[in-house]
């Protein structure tokens, strides 16, 4: 796996072996960073399941200001650290070794704001509603901010906060994009 654009591109990043991560597609990354290349520049990018963090990483080498990394596998957060350090990017980048869901209730309760939200958690275990709803009733994502989730099921639910811009079918999964109103 590669980087595929920005100051980074082009450098190789190490993945987590075994089947209990998952690498985002090239193809879906790509996808998620042409639809935010206007807001990328100076976010702060939070990559929950973060597996390899590719996309935190992809997000830093195309101009966030800095990166929160959230992965619950041990193994999977020395990977992520491993490549943090391969791209010299420690002093951007913050990795948490926490429950993606909980992490998002201690960032609601310390009032820590995003610009830019990426989930891509195991996918039909529901995760990605759980994440939909917490982040549609905290205010974790700054006005105008984007959530995007990758997930293979489509449901749609009545929020509060957010409004779905867009949902792009990508080999197996679906890219959902949500604005924060």
Do not use: W
């Amino acid at each position: 796996m590669k980087v595929i654009g920005g100051i980074h591109r082009g450098m190789k990043l190490f993945v987590p072996q075994g089947k209990s991560t998952r690498p985002t597609l090239s193809k879906l990354r790509e996808t998620l960073f042409n639809i935010c290349q206007a807001t990328i520049e100076e976010a702060h990018f939070l990559d929950l399941f973060a597996g390899a963090g590719a996309v935190g990483l992809e997000a830093l080498s195309r101009g966030a200001a800095r990166a929160t990394f959230v992965e619950i596998d041990k193994r999977a957060l020395q990977i992520i650290e491993k490549n943090i350090q391969t791209l010299d990017e420690e002093r951007r980048a913050r990795t948490l070794l926490l429950d993606s869901l909980k992490a998002l209730k201690r960032f609601a309760d310390r009032e820590e704001r995003f610009d830019i939200i990426f989930a891509d958690p195991p996918y039909g275990e529901g995760y990605s509603d759980k994440v939909l709803q917490f982040v549609d009733l905290h205010a974790i994502l700054k006005e105008g901010g984007e959530l995007f989730l990758e997930d293979t099921e489509f449901r749609e639910f009545p929020l509060k906060t957010l409004e779905l811009q867009s949902s792009r079918k990508i080999g197996p999964a679906f890219l959902k994009q949500y604005i924060k109103r």
